[in-house]
């Protein structure tokens, strides 16, 4: 089996060396280049083609939000986690909103970023509890989102339960298991309230629930 390909990108030299250290580490994961700023993050995507962009929030340059707008947009192909530091609630949230398909902190357990990478590459979105709670004391994750009727409007009551589970930061086996369902299931439930809501992913969903205040 081939292994997937994954590029790294953050400001701090040894946090940019051990991030590739840890993920080499993985079985089935090759780093295939590094960066040290957004524009570089995003040329290097471009030129490089990574299955995954790890991009760290607090990049110079262009800035790390800008490079995750800039890698979805042309690279449409490449998933891409942030990686927040401790400060940056609001960059998160704009993270989130130019379209990463998963948020992780960087203090989160070693093995919590290379879950992330792989859930990505199956398709997943990544949104930790903990970033659920991080998101929950951003200011701008508590706005009003926009859209009109608010989340119960065209759902259903199990799509309204899979809302809500999303947004607590359960994955779909573990919201499979609480449902009694399949997770077939609960991926097509996903895919229904993605539709209505017109939302692209599951971060922005859980994004959306929390604006809506369906936080369980």
């Keep these: 089996m081939n292994a997937h390909r994954v590029l790294v990108a953050h400001a701090h030299t040894m946090v940019r060396q051990s991030l590739r250290k840890l993920l080499e580490g993985a079985r089935e994961l090759v780093v295939v280049g590094d960066a040290s700023d957004g524009d570089e993050a995003v040329r290097k995507t471009r030129d490089l083609r990574p299955d995954v962009a790890v991009i760290g929030i607090e990049l110079d340059g262009c800035g790390g939000v800008e490079a995750v707008r800039q890698i979805k947009r042309g690279c449409s192909d490449v998933r891409v986690v942030a990686l927040a530091g401790s400060d940056d609630d609001e960059d998160v949230v704009a993270a989130v909103q130019a379209g990463a398909d998963g948020v992780v902190a960087l203090s989160a357990p070693s093995t919590g970023l290379t ?4 859930a990505t590459l199956a398709g997943e979105a990544v949104l930790s509890r903990a970033m659920v709670n991080r998101l929950l004391r951003a200011p701008t994750a508590m706005r009003a989102s926009g859209h009109r009727g608010g989340p119960s409007y ?7 339960q899979v809302l809500r589970l999303v947004a607590s930061g359960a994955d779909n086996q573990q919201i499979a298991v609480m449902l009694a369902v399949s997770e077939s299931t609960v991926r097509s439930h996903l895919h229904n309230v993605q539709g209505k809501l017109g939302l692209e992913n599951r971060v922005q969903t859980a994004l959306y629930a929390l604006r809506e205040g369906l936080y369980p």
């Design 115 to 118: 879950r992330s990478v792989f």
């Design 154 to 160: 065209g759902l259903s009551d199990r799509e309204r």
